[in-house]
Each structure stands twice: as C-alpha cells, then as structure tokens.
C-alpha cells in the first residue's frame, strides 16, 4: 500500500544533530495516511518517537523539544530532524504510515501502525 525507505542515519556524538528521511512511495488503491516514527533497540520493544496526523504533530516525552517531524510533499518525504542527541537516543529509526487516526493514544504502539520502511541505525556517542 504505502512503500517507505529511510535513509540519514549515522555515527554522531553527543549533542550533534541529524536529519532523517523518508522516501513514501504510494500506490493508487493506498488509503489517506498519517505517518511516524518509532525506534528500537536489542531486546526491546519498538517505540514511539513522533508522528504526523492531519496537520497535528505528536512527540514522546523523550524527545519532546528536541525532535521535529515534517514533510516536504514536493518530494514524498518525511522528516525526522533530531537535535541535542543524547546517547539514549541510539537506535534503528523506523518510519511507518497508517490510516489517518482519530487518537493518538491508540497509535502509540507500533503494532496499530500498517506499513513500515526497513530501518536506519543512529548512533550517539558519548
């Protein structure tokens, strides 16, 4: 339905920022959809990090004031602009797209999202 391919992930240092993307690619039977991020690490669950819904943006306490989701529909990209990385933040960054949503709450796990892209690994150095 809705194809994802994320790309920017990289080996920074505490404090550094970093610009994730997401190429969506959408077929023509595919429905209205919101998109996000999440994040995992070894052992864990996936976790939600942000998303865009309508024109609301949702962010997890964790990175509330220093994440920024956006789009650039031009170009079928969505974008995960990461400042003041912490070590904490390490991680395989996911982006993901689902039908547009009525509650954030019920769209914070990662299994109620449809499509996903296969990951981009970011490192945090202390």
């Known amino acids: 339905q809705v194809q994802l391919v994320e790309s920017g992930g990289a080996l920074v240092q505490a404090g550094d920022s970093l610009r994730l993307s997401c190429a969506v690619s959408?077929?023509?039977?595919?429905?209205?959809?919101?998109v996000g991020w999440f994040r995992q690490t070894p052992g864990k669950d996936r976790e939600f990090v942000a998303a865009?819904?309508?024109?609301?943006?949702f962010y997890a306490d964790s990175v509330k004031g220093r994440f920024t989701i956006s789009t650039d529909n031009s170009k079928n990209t969505v974008y995960l602009r990461m400042n003041s990385l912490k070590p904490e933040d390490t991680a395989l960054y996911y982006c993901?797209?689902?039908?547009?949503?009525?509650?954030?709450?019920?769209?914070?796990?990662?299994?109620?999202?449809?499509?996903w892209g296969q990951g981009t690994q970011v490192t945090v150095s202390s």
């Open positions: 993901a797209a689902t039908p547009l949503f009525s509650d954030i709450y019920n769209n914070l796990r990662a299994t109620s999202w449809a499509d």
């Open positions: 959408v077929r023509t039977s595919a429905y209205d959809y919101a």
């Open positions: 865009l819904n309508w024109n609301d943006r």
